[in-house]
């Protein structure tokens, strides 16, 4: 486990700055209500929310989609819940650091990073990533719970990813993880 005690969690945060995209694979899990769909899924991911994302279920493409400059297209085509969850959710859950213009607390070893629209909860001993809430335009809220830290070439990541929206869940397992630009 990662141990920053001492830092400042602006340090730590500004050190990922340089990162400008992000390719994963991982195992993915869709729920909602009663039914559950599992898959496999590729991503690349900008720091400006461009994606192209690919789920396989049992060996099948099962849904591509892409948002460029927040233009989203997909096959099968996506409900607004669906489509916001895979876009907004997976992009702010990946680059969980970039936040600007925030007022920070300490509270009981963690830190509440804290925007009109955005509130993060870092362990103060890991500099992970504990919790996150958007509030959307709608005024509904995204929930992104995380899990499991690992190290991943000299970045400690969490590698479990739980993103919640309305009735909608996807659970994302980092299988893994490349970060682009310099750190």
């Not at 279920?57 to 099968?76: N, Q, R, W, Y």
């Not at 909860?121 to 995380?146: A, F, H, N, V």
Request: net charge negative; hydrophobic share 35%; charged share 30%.
């Amino acid at each position: 486990m990662p141990s920053y005690e001492g830092v400042d969690v602006r340090d730590i945060l500004n050190s990922r700055n340089t990162i400008s995209s992000i390719d994963t694979t991982f195992s993915i899990t869709f729920e909602k209500d009663d039914t559950e769909m599992r898959g496999e899924g590729v991503l690349t991911i900008s720091r400006n929310g461009n994606l192209n994302l690919r789920v396989y279920s049992f060996g099948f493409l099962a849904l591509e989609l892409s948002s460029e400059d927040g233009i989203i297209k997909s096959v099968p085509r996506l409900d607004r819940g669906k489509s916001t969850i895979l876009t907004y959710g997976l992009r702010d859950c990946l680059f969980w650091w970039d936040i600007q213009d925030f007022e920070i607390a300490e509270k009981d070893g963690m830190y509440l990073l804290r925007t009109s629209m955005r509130k993060i909860w870092i362990d103060g001993k890991t500099m992970l990533p504990i919790k996150q809430t958007l509030t959307l335009e709608d005024s509904r809220d995204l929930t992104i719970s995380y899990e499991g830290p690992e190290k991943v070439g000299d970045i400690w990541y969490p590698l479990k990813i739980r993103i919640e929206l309305s009735h909608y869940f996807v659970t994302l397992k980092i299988k893994e993880i490349l970060f682009n630009g310099s750190v």
